[in-house]
């Protein structure tokens, strides 16, 4: 009776100092720090169309001035000399002007750019949990682990860039 | 019969479940999460001895408290109860102190977990005690103390798939599914010995 005691009692001892010091050692590695983090979960998530945003249509319109064909070029004149002569100038003909051939008027343009069709409403989607025996185990109960072939994924459709049309 | 019909269907699925870890393979969900842990050859030898361990004493005690077999034939008890005993003293318990240092959840998990290897011990030691010295209803208590211990590995899973389904946060439902498993099964405990105690004494009145 009293060898059970004093075998016993000789593993509680060594286990539990083998244990602490063991503890000791490993508690500062960052593996074992990081061994019991809770990954967090990607819940998937349905992406609502009903909900209708009304502030979401933008209309952009801008105004572009014309431009004008009168050009009006300033060159600084070289200062003159008394030497120099001056030449007569000549009236320019009446053809030989440079006029435009047409005037472009730059019509006003509105941009107007529409929502994709999901309104980025997200919702989460509620899984169902299903009982089964082999959750009756010590084991965590977590998602990573209850089901790890169904990776989550976003369910979020392509998330479409804001179209812009021109009008 | 009521108690005794799911309980006995639990530790049955819970060695049924236990069984896949004596494949050796590293893919459970429990090993994955710790595969820092299992490099070392010591926790992972603590761990194979203690589930091998707690499968067989939940075995055992099933046979225990059938009054059936006891009346039928005692050497089965005496049997069982010494294997019992010895499992949880030398195997047990002490692989269950030292793997309680790497325990899952805050510094409050881990000693509830020293303290739930401490008590396992020292219940089934004076279970052990009392009966060597013919005290059956010490012993009687002292065994029901120490397979409340042990049954927290079965209630731990109940409540654990309780709030799993409930929707309940991981470690949440990991933290409050062992506490109310150590400390649900010692007022439990404690609740049937009082009753038992009760009409005990009642017994002398009439």
Redesign the interface.
Known sequence: ?KS??Y??AT??I???I???V??KQ?RN?K??KE??Q?EKAITPVEIINDKKTASLEQNVTGEKQPISDNKTVITKKPANSKEETFSTIKPIAAEEKMVPAETKVIEKTSVAIQPSNDSGVEKKI?KK?K?S??????????ER??NPKEKVELIKEDLKKPEIKEQ | MLFWVPVTGLSLLLVYNTLPYFSFNKDLSFIEERSFLFKSDFYNSCFYIHIFAGSLCILMALIQFSRYILKKSKAIHRISGKIYVSVVLFLGAPTGLYMSFFAKGSFWERALFLFMACFWFITTLYGLTTIHKRNIIAHKVWMMRSYAMAMTAVTFRLYHIIFYLLDWGHLENYELSLWLSVIGNMLFAEWIIYRQGKNYLKSFAT
């Open positions: 009776m059970i005691l075998v016993g593993l509680m060594g286990a539990s083998y244990g602490f063991d503890y490993t590695k593996e074992f061994m019991y809770e509620k949990r009982l025996t082999k959750l009756f185990s010590r084991g965590a109960l977590d682990y209850v």
